[in-house]
């Protein structure tokens, strides 16, 4: 582990934030370069990433005032201070998505369900890049394990392993990232003009659960600091899955229908 990447002026520089910052980075790169490929209007897309951005930063701070706020009531001045408690990835996605949604409402350049699609493999990717930040931080730990993937971490005795759950998600989301690249060169319309059925986006959501699903009883939630409990975090997502495949399932049996009308007039 290496929490601290070094020190400039007496200011620490933390390993976990110049790792997420760089995974951010790349993956709004990446989003701004596949734009054309959805045939979005690129100076529209970027004021409503932009703003999504911001609200992105905005809820992964948020849960942090609202699971500690008696703390935080008691004592306001720790409002200030930024390098207390961490960012939560539920309100990261949450602030990104609901405010997108609201500005691609307003929007008669921008469609949600397309920039959503155009954003999934960059958002995928960046958890796959961030997660080696909560690794080198030392968060997000595991439960202890004999196994030999198993990690020594610093705050335990000599001899305890845990599981590294930062880098199985890392390498679950590379090869979630690969799916949705290879399911994209078959759905992507064939033809300019071709109606648009979203896809990747549900698809990345139903992949992206059920990583969680599989990866979740491996952490240690003793240490992990909780918003609400387990049972609610795999009703939500025991939700979650069946409306997706059903979106997803949807879009799939219009996809078909368009390219066989497509081939037929060809």
């Given at each position: 582990?290496?929490?601290?990447?070094?020190?400039?002026?007496?200011?620490?520089?933390?390993?976990?934030?110049?790792?997420?910052?760089?995974?951010?980075?790349?993956?709004?790169?990446?989003?701004?370069?596949?734009?054309?490929?959805?045939?979005?209007?690129?100076?529209?897309?970027?004021?409503?990433?932009?703003?999504?951005?911001?609200?992105?930063?905005?809820?992964?701070?948020?849960?942090?005032?609202?699971?500690?706020?008696?703390?935080?009531?008691?004592?306001?001045?720790?409002?200030l201070?930024?390098?207390?408690?961490?960012?939560?990835?539920?309100?990261?996605?949450?602030?990104?998505?609901?405010?997108?949604?609201?500005?691609?409402?307003?929007?008669?350049?921008?469609?949600?369900?397309?920039?959503?699609?155009?954003a999934?493999?960059?958002?995928?990717?960046?958890?796959?890049?961030?997660?080696?930040?909560?690794?080198?931080?030392?968060?997000?730990?595991?439960?202890?394990?004999?196994?030999?993937?198993?990690?020594?971490?610093?705050?335990?005795?000599?001899?305890?392993?845990?599981?590294?759950?930062?880098?199985?998600?890392?390498?679950?989301?590379?090869?979630?990232?690969?799916?949705?690249?290879?399911?994209?060169?078959?759905?992507?319309?064939?033809?300019?003009?071709?109606?648009?059925?979203?896809v990747?986006?549900?698809?990345?959501?139903?992949?992206?659960s059920?990583?969680?699903?599989?990866?979740?009883?491996?952490?240690?939630?003793?240490?992990?600091?909780?918003?609400?409990?387990?049972?609610?975090?795999?009703?939500?997502?025991?939700?979650?899955?069946?409306?997706?495949?059903?979106?997803?399932a949807?879009?799939?049996?219009?996809?078909?229908?368009?390219?066989?009308?497509?081939?037929?007039?060809?």
């Amino acid at each position: 582990m290496h929490p601290t990447l070094f020190h400039v002026f007496g200011l620490r520089i933390d390993t976990y934030s110049v790792i997420w910052f760089i995974a951010l980075s790349v993956a709004i790169l990446w989003v701004i370069k596949r734009l054309p490929l959805y045939g979005l209007d690129e100076y529209e897309s970027r004021k409503i990433m932009a703003v999504s951005f911001f609200f992105m930063l905005l809820g992964a701070r948020s849960f942090e005032y609202i699971q500690h706020w008696k703390q935080y009531m008691a004592n306001p001045s720790l409002f200030l201070d930024i390098n207390r408690g961490g960012v939560h990835e539920f309100g990261a996605v949450s602030g990104a998505f609901l405010s997108a949604l609201i500005m691609c409402m307003f929007s008669r350049k921008v469609s949600f369900s397309r920039l959503c699609d155009a954003a999934a493999p960059p958002a995928i990717l960046a958890i796959t890049i961030g997660r080696w930040g909560c690794f080198m931080n030392g968060c997000c730990v595991g439960i202890r394990t004999k196994s030999f993937l198993g990690v020594h971490f610093p705050f335990d005795r000599a001899g305890i392993l845990r599981h590294p759950v930062q880098i199985y998600y890392s390498v679950i989301a590379l090869v979630i990232v690969g799916v949705l690249l290879a399911v994209e060169k078959r759905v992507l319309p064939r033809q300019k003009g071709e109606r648009h059925y979203s896809v990747i986006a549900p698809l990345a959501i139903i992949l992206y659960s059920m990583m969680r699903l599989v990866v979740a009883p491996l952490r240690n939630h003793a240490i992990m600091a909780r918003l609400i409990s387990r049972s609610m975090t795999y009703r939500g997502v025991m939700i979650a899955l069946p409306l997706m495949s059903l979106w997803l399932a949807y879009s799939l049996s219009k996809l078909k229908t368009v390219h066989e009308v497509t081939t037929i007039r060809r």
